[in-house]
């Protein structure tokens, strides 16, 4: 998976925590329409519910946003912002307007492209940061997975998660092969010792009475 972003800060933070990829915006941008586009902008408007605003609104609000960033954001597969919380953010095509939904963290399809676009592009809040390292947890569990399983840090491409999963799903495998073997082999020994157990001579037990 490849990330593109504006923010020098942002390509840190993915470069401190994962082995991905990360370019800058200034460079080839796919066309394809697979693209995770996200927003990091703690001054856009705050409010915890649902609301539609006007593509020109928006325009008007951060003017930065016009050209790529609209366009992405009207033709990406998934777009969200965070602003304090998640919003899922959809485009009405027919009222021209965009509808912000508040969710849960996204979780990032690894085979898409990711956009990752910060309106101060030279300095990430803490909400930001925070928010940045959740998006990014399933790829630093993943980096830490493949070193294990690997045996070295991989930079990552589609078939890097197919062959992850796969020898994920093979040590699943084992383990419930293992798990069952084992509990065969406890359901024998717990046999063998009760026939033991019951081949055993009995004691004779003399009573005295006084």
């Given at each position: 998976m490849t990330f593109y972003t504006n923010s020098k800060d942002v390509k840190v933070v993915i470069n401190s925590l994962t082995s991905l990829e990360v370019e800058p915006f200034d460079k080839h941008v796919p066309e394809s329409r697979e693209v995770d586009l996200v927003l990091l902008d703690h001054d856009f408007?705050?409010?915890?519910?649902?609301?539609?605003?006007?593509?020109?609104?928006?325009?008007?609000?951060?003017?930065?946003?016009?050209?790529?960033?609209?366009?992405?954001?009207?033709?990406?597969?998934?777009?969200?912002?965070f602003e304090r919380y998640w919003h899922q953010v959809r485009y009405d095509q027919a009222e021209h307007a965009f509808q912000f939904t508040p969710c849960s963290k996204p979780v990032l399809d690894a085979r898409h492209t990711c956009l990752i676009h910060q309106t101060d592009n030279d300095f990430l809040m803490y909400e930001e940061r925070e928010a940045l390292k959740e998006l990014l947890e399933p790829f630093i569990v993943g980096d830490k997975l493949a070193t294990r399983l690997v045996g070295e840090q991989v930079r990552w491409v589609k078939t890097h998660y197919q062959e992850l999963c796969l020898k994920m799903a093979r040590l699943t495998l084992d383990m419930k092969e293992q798990k069952v073997a084992m509990e065969q082999l406890i359901k024998e020994w717990n046999e063998i010792k009760s026939q033991v157990e019951d081949e055993e001579p009995r004691g004779c037990t003399f009573c005295t009475t006084v």
């Open positions: 408007f705050y409010a915890d519910n649902e609301h539609t605003v006007h593509a020109f609104n928006v325009f008007v609000r951060r003017p930065d946003w016009g050209g790529l960033i609209l366009e992405r954001m009207k033709t990406s597969h998934r777009v969200f912002l």
